[in-house]
């Protein structure tokens, strides 16, 4: 069921367009808007909101337009960035806002606190001020207003940009539950694609006031649809060169004598210059023996004995994070390549040649030009 | 070598030096003359407490007392209803010219505060502005802006309103807008919103300018004296002719003590709205 549709909704800020012709449906389901600062996702926020009135297209909820609707009269929930609780007002007294606001009775209000404070996990605070509260205890008060009064939606605007790693971690299971309990849609703009990634069950890429690309989170993360996609979601590598080959959907890549092949996507050419993508996780490293030379290996590699694309180089710096590392790897031409992957007692000695590769459908080109990537891109 | 205690002290001096020379100085004075008695223009140290016998049983001064409190009464609430809008109208959307915009709230302090009642008579009087032009029209003058008290209190809202957009526009410096906005979608009309949120938040620029109008308005004596017409009288003026015309310092200085007393009092329990600071946003670190 579409709890949540919107019909080619632009929003303009004087000469600047900041959203434009966005459409989106969202049923009962946990929705991530992600993007970069200035992509127009906080716009479409609160468009959503009632708090900026769109200039074309419609906002519908549960099959209503109401596009000309003040927000009051919305029924919506909405969690801000910087928490903005009521200073002047208990813990209590903000959570029960929305219900006093709807002229809820008093008897329903303590049954509907008593409900919330449960649920977010914040009991024994209620008579504090919001000034005596922990980060994390200000991040529940909001989700708890925002939550109180069950409203048709949720929408979460950066909300735990302003908390350390470990709350955020915890948050973000949190937050989530509370969206499998309610079963109501939960909007999630942010810029950080880990909280996408960890929270949402669909997602929306937006750059620059459209959206590049829509759907299931996995779907979004192992097959982008667009450069900036491909550059922006997850840790990315990419090397340039010009495409040699394009078949069966293949491109292959001419990087500096190595040919390397991804998945090609529209607007590839052969002769043309090409941008391929992979991710961090997806490159396989392998240490070459201390006998073997550089020379060696490259040779191997031109016999296409090894996988889709091979590339060698010379292990730089191994970080250590615990349950994974990363391996820095130069492999010349002033490029660097950063591979994740378990820990290994093999690769922790600097300057060891090594041998990278992928699979041809683990990787992604684009034609290099036609747009701006991701400040991400290296 | 010199302590924290010294260094402390010395900090206090200005301060402190203020204070003393401005404040305490002639209040302990007036004090002392309200319990003497004058005569021919001396002042004679002559403890008695007739000033303040005559002063509560003489219903006059006691009426030109009350006038003075209506009047300061009306003039802070206009100012009130008017300062709102234009302080929180600065604050939002003034954007970078809103230094300039406030300083433009006081440019007439940039005249005397003859100079500005008499520009207003030029404006509300019987050969003023507004009474010419309609005159000229053949329609009636304004009777009433002529001088009476609603001239009165036209011309003390114009010299004292700046104080209060100011107070209020400071408050506002430090309020966050967004607040507004979270009420709003929290199911929260315009006007509830500002009630709940914007009005309660500022509370303390809102009572801090009603006391820098008030109580310079309650001992007011030239804009009545300009603008106020032979019936136009204020508690100021009749305190201030103890000083000039009939040199009864004494008894001037018992009015003064009154004047004082209701000002402290006024203020008082117009701090009381901020009694809890917390009730108030005013957040005060702990420990």
């Known amino acids: ?378 | 070598m010199i302590g924290p205690v010294a260094k402390t002290l010395l900090l206090a001096l200005p301060g402190l030096s203020f204070l003393v020379v401005f404040l305490f100085m002639p209040l302990v004075s007036i004090v002392i003359f309200s319990f003497w008695r004058t005569e021919s223009y001396e002042l004679i140290a002559d403890w008695n407490i007739d000033n303040y016998a005559t002063l509560f049983s003489d219903v006059t001064y006691l009426t030109f007392l009350v006038r003075s409190l209506v009047m300061a009464t009306a003039v802070t609430l206009t100012s009130l209803l008017y300062a709102w809008p234009v302080a929180y109208l600065i604050a939002k959307h003034g954007g970078r010219y809103r230094l300039v915009l406030i300083l433009l709230t006081a440019a007439p302090f940039l005249t005397g505060e003859i100079l500005r009642v008499t520009a207003l008579q030029q404006i509300l009087g019987p050969i003023g502005l507004i009474n010419m032009a309609l005159g000229h029209f053949g329609l009636a003058p304004i009777r009433a802006l002529m001088y009476s008290n609603v001239a009165s209190w036209i011309g003390l809202t114009y010299l004292w309103m700046p104080f209060m957009v100011l107070a209020i526009y400071l408050s506002l410096l430090n309020f966050d807008f967004q607040l507004m906005e979270v009420a709003k979608v929290n199911g929260a009309r315009v006007w509830r919103a500002f009630f709940e949120v914007a009005w309660p938040l500022n509370m303390a620029g809102t009572v801090i300018g009603c006391v820098l109008v008030f109580i310079p308005t309650l001992g007011s004596s030239l804009t009545s004296q300009f603008l106020g017409g032979p019936n136009g009288a204020l508690y100021g003026n009749i305190l201030a002719h103890q000083f000039g015309a009939t040199g009864t310092w004494a008894f001037g200085s018992a009015m003064g003590v009154l004047l004082f007393a209701v000002s402290l009092a006024v203020t008082l329990v117009l701090a009381r709205a901020v009694r809890d600071f917390r009730r108030a946003g005013i957040t005060i670190k702990e420990g």
């Open chain 1, 1 to 378: 069921m579409v709890a949540l549709r919107l019909e080619r909704v632009t929003k303009r800020f004087g000469r600047v367009t900041a959203v434009e012709g966005v459409d989106l449906e969202i049923g009962d389901e946990f929705f991530a808007l992600l993007g970069p600062s200035g992509s127009g996702k906080t716009t479409v926020l609160r468009m959503i909101a009632g708090l900026e009135a769109p200039n074309q297209g419609r906002v519908l909820i549960d099959g209503a337009d109401v596009t000309p609707l003040a927000p009051y009269r919305r029924r919506i929930g909405m969690v801000f960035q910087d928490f903005l609780l009521f200073p002047h007002r208990t813990v209590a007294e903000n959570i029960l806002f929305p219900l006093r606001m709807q002229g809820v009775g008093a008897a329903e209000q303590r049954q509907h606190l008593d409900w919330i404070t449960q649920l977010v996990r914040l009991i024994g605070v209620e008579d504090r001020y919001p000034h005596q509260l922990s980060g994390g205890q200000k991040q529940r008060v909001a989700l708890a207003r925002g939550l109180v009064s069950r409203p048709k939606l949720l929408l979460l605007d950066e909300p735990l940009a302003n908390l350390d790693r470990e709350l955020r971690r915890e948050m973000e299971i949190e937050i989530r539950r509370f969206q499998l309990a309610l079963g109501i849609p939960f909007i999630y703009v942010t810029h950080n694609q880990e909280e996408a990634l960890t929270m949402s069950d669909r997602m929306a890429v937006m750059r620059a006031g459209r959206v590049e690309q829509i759907g299931d989170k996995l779907d979004v993360y192992h097959h982008p649809k667009t450069r900036f996609v491909a550059a922006f979601v997850g840790a990315n590598n990419s090397v340039a060169g010009t495409v040699t080959a394009l078949a069966d959907r293949l491109a292959t890549i001419d990087w500096h004598g190595h040919a390397v092949q991804a998945r090609a996507h529209a607007g590839l050419a052969v002769g043309a210059q090409a941008v391929c993508y992979v991710k961090s996780e997806k490159i396989a490293v392998e240490a070459v023996a201390d006998t073997d030379t550089r020379t060696q290996t490259q040779t191997q590699t031109d016999t296409g004995r090894a996988a889709a694309a091979a590339i060698t180089g010379t292990l730089r710096d191994s970080i250590f994070k615990g349950h994974y590392a990363d391996y820095l790897i130069d492999i010349g031409e002033g490029r660097e390549i950063t591979v994740s992957g378990p820990p290994r007692s093999d690769l922790f000695s600097h300057d060891r040649p090594v041998v990278l590769s992928w699979a041809a459908a683990d990787a992604d080109a684009f034609p290099a030009d036609p747009e701006p990537a991701a400040s991400r891109e290296a």
